[in-house]
């Protein structure tokens, strides 16, 4: 199969031939018809996740075809249009048993403990367990687009933080985890308040149904300024893009009884950011965090998509060749492109 590969971190990586994989007994080999291109994958690629044994292939948004099943799988066959949470469970320990297969003791993750989706095919572990059947309504690459920003997202707001309609939701990083996030608030009728540097990604953010924008590059606070918006402070306030200031500032424009939801991933020198415990205390606020979403969950979701609710195809930037992935892949933490892009052509 034709794939992209890194011998090292932080080195280019080459597009390569490999032999095709081979399901595990419990698992199947999904034949990847579109894959995104997540900031999480750049995190790999410069070494900032411990799972990553090189050599490498990234890649874990992924959609496509069964191509190939293993002997103990008992619901799935070739030719099945499927998606698959890029946190995958066991099945087996105390996690998986209370329903929680985003946090599972053994949980595995395509593109991180093992090869991923920058390629033409993928394995997928435990798949009775852990793949997703796409309507026929919903296109590969819309498919791929859910992978871990909009999941985790949909998660972020609904489960975790409890969002409901009325409510105020400020929403800090408008890539596409954030945008995703936007437009899940919205659809639920919350009023939601979009933070960024750029002008453009406000702009996007707007038209998935941001209320209100602030740019955090041309106001002198960012919290007086969400505050202000709001009367008073967020309900829920969404760190979407993994950096100490984001995270700062979402616990810190929080009303009383306000709920923060850490997406973005804090790696690297944001891995231990300063938090307003004072008014954390004093204030009664909810810290969570929210990784990925269990395969179970994902009817409710795709529900909402196919009624026209959630219209994720908006959030796509633009469609990219494999070959065209590792520039992507290199220039992600440049955060150039406005909205997702996805590989659809292999």
Known sequence: MKAVLYEAFSVAPKIVKLPDPAPEPHGVVVRVMATGVCRSDWHGWVGHDADIRLPHVPGHELAGFVEAVGRDVKNWKKGDRVTVPFVSGC?????CHSGNHQVCDNQFQPGFTHWGS????????YADINLVRLPETIDFATAA???CRFVTSFRAIVDQGRVSA???VAVHGCGGVGLSAIMIANAIGAQVVAIDI?????DLAKSVGAAATVNASKVANVVEAVMEITRGGAHVSVDALGHATTCFNSISNLRKRGRHIQVGLMLAEHGAPQIPMGKVIAHELEILGSHGMQAHRYPGMLAMIQSGKLSP???IGKTISLEQS?????????FESSGVTVVTKF
Request: charged share 20%; with cysteine.
């Open 145 to 147: 687009s859910l992978g």
């Open 198 to 202: 750029a002008d453009q990604k406000l």
């Open 166 to 168: 009325g409510q105020w």
């Open 326 to 334: 590792i520039d992507a892949l290199m220039n992600m933490d440049k």
């Open 118 to 125: 920058f390629a033409e095919y993928v394995s997928i572990h």
């Open 313 to 315: 195809e908006k959030l």
């Open 91 to 95: 099945g087996s320990c105390p996690q």
